[in-house]
Antibody, heavy 123, light 107 residues
Framework: QVQLVESGGGVVQTGRSLRLSCAASGFTFSSYGMHWVRQAPGKGLEWVAV????????YYADSVKGRFTISRDNSKNTLYLQMSSLRAEDTAVYYC????????????????WGKGTTVTVSS | DIQMTQSPSSVSASVGDRVTITCRAS??????LVWYQQKPGKAPKLLIY???SLQSGVPSRFSGSGSGTDFTLTISSLQPEDFATYYC?????????FGQGTKLEIK
């Protein structure tokens, strides 16, 4: 079945870096755009970044632009989020999610979600 | 950015009730609106896309309607497993934005 499994979360000090991974299975990973979405404790959902099926198009939320880098390795069916200069407000559960468009474009919503990985930024 | 406003923020209802949640966008979306359900400690689940299309595997008691700036999610007869938080999200323009959520609680 279609599955996304995030890893790499943990506790990190303010200003440090962390890399999240998302392993995909059950679908042709290389054909779909992929998103990262986060949820701060007790708060709503916030879209973070998206990457096209081939990595040629990338977009970020203003809140993370210049600090986070989304990437993918289609040979490993894996999505990444490199997070640097972390702040307390980056504390959240980070979800990877699949865009439903397989046509090379984005639909900018998410039809399959992973279970999430927790990032805690502490001073 | 397009602002999404859900109402109510929370609602109490009983099993078997009909419940409607509203989502209003600050700009027109055509029908680029989706709904998610999220249970505590779990990932969101896509319920409705394109404002009114039911995602595969989602029970038919869930329905969506609307276009432009005003949208609704209706649950026709609440089941115990429907008590959760519901989010709308616009997919019309970048960046995608979510409503603040509506918590559906048991009365």
């Amino acid at each position: 079945q279609v599955q996304l499994v995030e890893s790499g979360g943990g506790v990190v000090q303010t200003g440090r870096s962390l890399r999240l991974s998302c392993a995909a299975s059950g679908f042709t990973f290389s054909s779909y755009g992929m998103h990262w979405v986060r949820q701060a404790p007790g708060k709503g959902l916030e879209w973070v970044a998206v990457i096209s099926y081939d990595g040629s198009e990338i977009y970020y939320a203003d809140s993370v632009k210049g600090r986070f880098t989304i990437s993918r390795d289609n040979s490993k069916n894996t999505l990444y989020l490199q997070m640097s200069s972390l702040r307390a407000e980056d504390t959240a559960v980070y979800y990877c999610a699949k865009d439903p468009s397989g046509s090379g474009d984005f639909y900018f919503y998410m039809d399959v979600w992973g279970k999430g990985t927790t990032v805690t930024v502490s001073s | 950015d397009i602002q999404m406003t859900q109402s109510p923020s929370s609602v109490s209802a009983s099993v078997g009730d009909r419940v409607t949640i509203t989502c209003r966008a600050s700009q027109g979306l055509s029908t680029w609106l989706v709904w998610y359900q999220q249970k505590p400690g779990k990932a969101p689940k896509l319920l409705i896309y394109a404002a009114s299309s039911l995602q595969s595997g989602v029970p038919s008691r869930f329905s969506g309607s609307g276009s432009g700036t005003d949208f609704t999610l209706t649950i026709s007869s609440l089941q115990p497993e429907d008590f959760a938080t519901y989010y709308c999200q616009q997919a019309n323009s970048f960046p995608p934005t979510f409503g603040q959520g509506t918590k559906l609680e048991i009365k």
